[in-house]
């Protein structure tokens, strides 16, 4: 897990995420070469390739993503590709990674699955947006990991207890069966857990399922004060983005309201969680009274 650092509207490298489900033939030939497109470019980040499509977040100078984006729009398979964009810097990301995986999105699941065909509808925000404030009866259900949105998420929406993707088939037995006649949307990041969340519910039996398109990163670029509270969550090292002033997270020793994620100062630990300013004093950055007596190594230690 990532270090805390908040994210700064005015820092100077733009921050890609975006994916695409479209058939790559030849997925090892390709990120050989992606790869060494984008350290040509000097572009930071992570980016799966697989037969299915593209997943990835990477970022660097507005010129260098600029450049990326336009490449990729010159091949028919990308061409309508959606691109959401944050800021970050030099130090979002460590690396530049391109990797083969069989899944964009792990899940094995013992069945194929095909968001182009399968998926949920896409919504745009303006219909989320329309479904809260006409009151519409509908389910809004958060298919992240409930870390994430134990900092932010959209107002009433149902909260998985979750840690990981791969848990999700479970989940929906146990937490979502009772949904299965209403009106459901579904949201995450950038909107490609969805692709595949939304068939499963379907093979499931859910009879109306749409999902967020372009995930929470779209909707509060558009609406950063409508029914979205708190904090996004994010896989890179700025931990998260403030998107308006609610803050939904608490620390974990003193309960004050804060959204800043840590780990744990003892290395063997490493358990994720939020801390406010004073109990990282006072705890030295531990989550116990034995860990705050082991602290980092000094060449493993944060800035702060
Ligand atoms: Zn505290
Ligand atoms: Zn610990």
Redo the contacts with the bound molecule.
Sequence with gaps: MPEGHRANENEAWKILLYYQYVEIENPEEFTYHHLRFCKQLGLKGRILISKLGINGTVGGPDEACDAYIEAMRQDPRFADMQFKTSRGSDKTFKKMFVRTRSELVTMQYHEPMDPNTEGGKHIEPEELKNLYDQDEDFVIIDMRNKYEADIGKFKNAIVLDMENWKELPEIVEKELMKYKDKKVVTYCTGGIRCETGTVLLKKKGFKDVSQLHGGIHQYVQKFPEDHWEGELYVFDERVSLKINDKVLGH??????S?SYYINCTNVECNKMMI??????D?WNDGCSKECSAKPRPKELARDR
């Design positions: 620390c974990f020793h003193c309960e004050t804060c801390m406010c300013p004073a109990c990282r006072e």
